[in-house]
């Protein structure tokens, strides 16, 4: 089993800053994918960002040159910057860890709440 434990939601107007946290704890394998999904009322989940075990990235267009995915040295906690906030940025942000090999090994953090006002 493997637990992720996100932080850093809240309320922030346009053009703020947030910064989101997630660590993972457990059967965690060295070979990984952590990532950030957000999901907006009536939309699908969507990535927003992810980082690889071997360090490389990637970001959805939108968040391009406004949001960064970095994580710590031990590897157990991935931290997304999201900076010039906007109102469309809205949205319930997860967490997700899963493993390049194992495909049973995915999982979802509960949810934070970021909500930018206009």
């Known amino acids: 089993q493997v637990h992720l434990v996100e932080s850093g939601g809240g309320l922030v107007q346009a053009g703020g800053s947030l910064r989101l946290s997630c660590t993972v704890s457990?059967?965690?394998?060295?070979?990984?994918?952590m990532g950030w999904y957000r999901q907006a009322p009536g939309k699908q989940r969507d990535l927003v960002a992810s980082?690889?075990?071997?360090?490389?990235?990637n970001y959805a267009d939108s968040v391009k040159g406004r949001f960064t995915i970095s994580g710590d040295n031990a590897k157990t906690t991935v931290y997304l910057q999201m900076n010039n906030l906007k109102p469309e940025d809205t949205a319930v942000y997860y967490c997700?860890?899963?493993?390049?090999?194992?495909?049973?090994?995915?999982?979802w953090g509960q949810g934070t709440q970021v909500t930018v006002s206009s």
């Open positions: 980082v690889s075990s071997d360090g490389s990235s």
């Open positions: 997700n860890y899963r493993s390049i090999f194992v495909r049973s090994s995915d999982y």
């Open positions: 457990g059967n965690i394998f060295a070979l990984n994918v």
